[in-house]
């Protein structure tokens, strides 16, 4: 009985597989999943150019050692250009200000960082070093995005796409019928339909992880560890799992599942001014804890806001993990029980 | 092989009802089916559909009971072994070939590969759709579209055959194709189970009819009885062609012709006849004489008149 229920689980699987990956609805899903592919892209190769382009500079017009480090505030552009030579870098400029104060910035680069030295009236009074990004800094970018943009936002929204189409989207077409006329389990069914938007999703969403992890380490030297690359993709495959079940399952019980989905993101988004105790009421409080870095979204925050967040010990891996996998087999027997009930009446739906 | 015990042969209505809301689908139904063809027939909004949906599970009864040969739709592995349905929704999964809509299906059941091979291809060339079978569906016409809805009803080689609205969109020729299949279908001893809103439709095939109206089952019984009254009332047909008026001309060689008018749009023409059987005989001579026939429909929206007729335009027990 057992190989005969995979067997058919096989057969929804295949007949979705198509839907789920190549949907004209779904487009947007792709957009959503590689907008942070092409941010980093588009990082890297700013990052690359401005790099290659200082060091060439740098070997082209050579700056004494420990001289851009020797300059003070007070010292005359004379002097400063005595101890530096021209600026090598093509960006003087020369402004006047509203008392006819003569601006002036000179810049130079040691082949890493940029110095702009800013004189008025010929005098030196700003120094501004724009040191090379480090991989460091761009890893705790990278959890940023990550965490407030990808879990929240883009896997979020993802499988509200993929997953309330399963039924709702075959409800709309009229074709749901099809299957509900064949000798197989409403359950069988159900996991056929998640194991196939799963397979979609987090083919989907861990590939553009993978993408945005090679795009963080492709400028450096040093990369992300073999387990903090993998907690990443983890968190985005369960993150698939959780939020999948939870759309799956308001595609059956709503006629409009974007009215559940808001609710459900409005909770999610909530969730850093909840108690302790509803914090744990959530699919985000246990992917958080999965997360290698901590990204502290404080910085963004208006301090009044800032003063509301209540911050919560994370859930110990096991039980982050464990949470997750109990949420979704929840939602998915209630969602299976909705679909033993489930009655075709495409006039109403 | 021993024959299935009697209770176990017939499809059982038990005071059946179903309301969608306020709105009463059908109302008090007492059935037993037996094989054969079996034609359900009302006018739109009679309960047609919703007795074919009770039968399959599609919906649940609000009271009474529904058994399939003696199995309860609640019980989808057990029943679609035995049911096959062609339902009126003409709706397909996207992006598929008539040949992977029926054999993704039938995967369904669990079967291998070779299995589901053999019987798309079998249920395929049963509706003569073999050399469609690998262009997508949603570049068939609505008759080829009608036909592998059949074949995948039939794939599976189902007990009972429900089927709603079959011969909608049919030309002629395939029409009498069909009808030769459901004939072949119930004299291997299957139940056909065919809706339509046209008794005159029905009278050609079917061993026993059951007339709907407004939810209530009417009459019921074999069509025999109802045959002779069914032929004095007249239907009327819309016939779409390339020449209108030069089909005008052929239909009044039939006696029978009450009425030929072209329809406003140029396109088609509306016959009146008090024998359609040998008017759609006539037809399939004047398709193969050169007037291109493109669609052939009941155009009888007045169904209602036939049943008062039968009736003697008494109102349903409510």
New interface residues.
Partial sequence: MI???W??M???V??EM??TF??RRGLWVYLLAFAPVLMFAGHDLSMMRTREERRAIAAAHPVPAGALLSIQPGMTREEVIARLGEPNVDSRQIRFGGGRIRREFLSYTDGQSRYVFGFADGELQSISVREEETFAQDRLIFATVFQFFFLRLAIFFGCVGIFTNLFRG?LI???L??????????EVLLAGKYAAGLIAAVAIFTASAALQLWLLSLPYESSLSGHEISAYLGVAALACLGYGSVFLAAGLFFRNPLLPAAGVLIWESANLFLPSALKKISVIYYLQSLCPVVASPHREINPVLALLISSTEPASTILAVAGLFAVTAVVLVFASRRAR?L????G?D | MTPPPVEESLVRFENVSRFYGEVLGVNRVTLAIPPGITSLVGPNGSGKTTLMNLMTGLIRPTRGSVRILGVTPEDPEKLFALVGYSTQFDAFPKGLSGFQFIYSFLRLFGWPREKCERLSWRAIGRVRLNDAAHRKIAGYSKGMRQRIKLAQAIAHDPRVLVLDEPLNGLDPLVRAETIALFRELAAEGRHVIVSSHVLHEVDLISDQVILLSNGYVVAEGKIQGLRSEICDHPMQILIRCNRPAALAARVFELDSIVEARLHADGGGLLVKTRDAGRFYRLLNHIALDGIDIESVAPADDNVNSVYEYLIGGEEPGK
């Fill in positions: 190989a005969k229920y067997a058919q096989r057969a929804v295949r007949l198509k839907k190549l949907s075959e077409d009229k074709s019928h099809y299957y509900l006329l064949a000798p197989i389990r409403r009930r009655e075709i009446n495409y109403a």
